[in-house]
């Protein structure tokens, strides 16, 4: 699920002894709310442009989108859309692959993971308004400590499986 659905879900009880978000602001909240304690950032992310498969509406650069007829961004409950209007990156994502949409925002992550369907375009500047990928081990974790060795392991002997992800390994 979404970052902000599953800290909603653990506000509601729902069993976990790990949280992983897309979003550090929702990490903060759920901190604050006492969800989570001692977040770790453990990656980051950058947003990037797609277009459909054979670019059908030409879309090179940013300066390209005003002949678009359907562009689509991420609404702004969710990490990726402090911005627009779908759901989650995957509705982005899917619309585009499917030539619903001329173009789209969505992290390089997922840009990567859709292969074939879709054509990426960098985003100049992205790389300053990095998403951060945060972790913390649950208030009602069961297995506190066994979650904090998880934590652990994701922030420091993970580094190449991140990058195999496209992601950047935090620092």
Same mark, same amino acid.
């Given at each position: 699920?979404?970052?902000? !659905? ?21 990490? !903060?909240? *759920? ?25 059908? *509406?030409?879309?090179?650069?940013? @300066? !390209? ?11 702004? @409950? ?7 209007? /779908? ?5 982005? +994502? ?5 030539? =619903? ?14 292969? !074939? ?5 960098? $985003? ?7 998403? @951060? $990928? ?5 208030? /009602?974790? =069961?297995?506190?400590? /066994? ?5 652990? +392991?994701? *922030? ?14 935090? /620092?």
């Amino acid at each position: 699920g979404g970052s902000s !659905d599953l800290v909603s879900k653990l506000r509601e009880g729902a069993p976990a002894d790990l949280l992983l978000t897309a979003s550090k602001k929702t990490m !903060d909240q *759920a901190v604050e709310d006492g969800t989570v304690t001692k977040p770790k950032v453990l990656a980051t992310n950058v947003m990037v442009m797609v277009v459909s498969k054979g670019n059908p *509406a030409n879309i090179h650069s940013l @300066q !390209d989108l005003s002949r678009a007829r359907h562009f689509v961004l991420c609404d702004p @409950q969710v990490p990726c859309g402090d911005i627009s209007q /779908e759901r989650q990156v995957a509705d982005v +994502l899917g619309k585009v692959s499917a030539g =619903e949409a001329d173009a789209g925002w969505v992290y390089s992550t997922d840009a990567a993971a859709a292969g !074939d369907d879709v054509e990426v375009i960098d $985003i100049p500047g992205a790389n300053k308004f990095a998403n @951060q $990928i945060v972790g913390a081990v649950t208030a /009602e974790a =069961e297995h506190p400590k /066994e979650a904090q060795e998880v934590l652990d +392991l994701l *922030a420091t002997d993970f580094a190449s499986t991140w990058r195999d992800r496209g992601f950047t390994p935090a /620092e």
